[in-house]
């Protein structure tokens, strides 16, 4: 199943502890967020054996990476294909698979093989999705 999900790619944040000692996530609303935009696509009930996922994060472009005057909507030549600076695409892939954690599959351990890529795009930053069970 192919997953696409419009706007900028969101990486997990650290769990913070609170004065008193307890934990939390601040990452929890925009997973919620996240799952909302994508269960409607959910298989039911949960994959259960091995998961393959591919995933591809699109970047938006900074400015800098264009032109100026009358030729600022085209690229400078010397602008790159891949996206070296933060989020780091470990935790664009952490956040993935949390939010899809019971929903999509029973638990984020079932991922085997993962391929991941961030990218920049000129238009339309996005997160796209591929999970399939795997046999074998």
């Known amino acids: 199943m192919i997953l696409t999900i419009k706007g900028n790619p969101t990486a997990l944040k650290r769990h913070r502890m609170t004065k008193t000692g307890h934990s939390y996530d601040p990452s929890a609303k925009e997973k919620q967020d996240f799952l909302m935009m994508v269960q409607n696509k959910a298989p039911n009930p949960p994959i259960k054996g091995a998961i393959k996922i591919e995933v591809l994060f699109y970047m938006p472009r900074p400015k800098s990476h264009y032109r100026t005057g009358k030729f600022s909507g085209i690229l400078k030549d010397t602008a790159p294909m ?55």
Not at 109 to 126: D, F, G, T
């Open 82 to 136: 891949w996206h070296t600076g933060r989020p780091d695409l470990d935790n664009l892939v952490k956040f993935i698979s949390d939010a899809l954690n019971g929903v999509f599959y029973k638990d984020d351990s079932q991922i085997c093989l993962l391929h991941a890529e961030k990218m920049y795009v000129k238009k339309y930053p996005r997160t796209e999705i591929d999970i399939e069970e795997i046999h074998g």
